[in-house]
């Protein structure tokens, strides 16, 4: 099953139908970026580590800022609002591959 999400700067904005499916009740993701793509994975606690999975609008959509993750890989001015993401279950992660420059 696939998703869209957007990426803008750093920040990885989350639909509320996204978030529902793949990250219902959880605080905090983390983001790695490893080769082509981008790896989101959920963590159940906060204090376990991660970025705050935030409350974006009354919608329910949510935003993580990831700067550093993507700074760190040449990433930090990318901007993109439809980004296909699938969850990959051996993974535990929702992953987007990243487009080529």
Known sequence: MSATISIRRG????????YETYFQGIEAIIAIIREDQLLIMPVQ?????????????????RVVAAQDVFAANGLAEWVCDDVTAEWDPSQA?????IPSS
């Open 93 to 97: 992660a929702l992953i987007c591959t």
């Open 11 to 18: 920040s990885v904005y989350v639909p509320v139908g996204v």
């Open 45 to 61: 606690h906060v204090r376990a580590g991660g970025s705050l999975l935030k409350i974006r609008n009354a919608q329910g959509d």
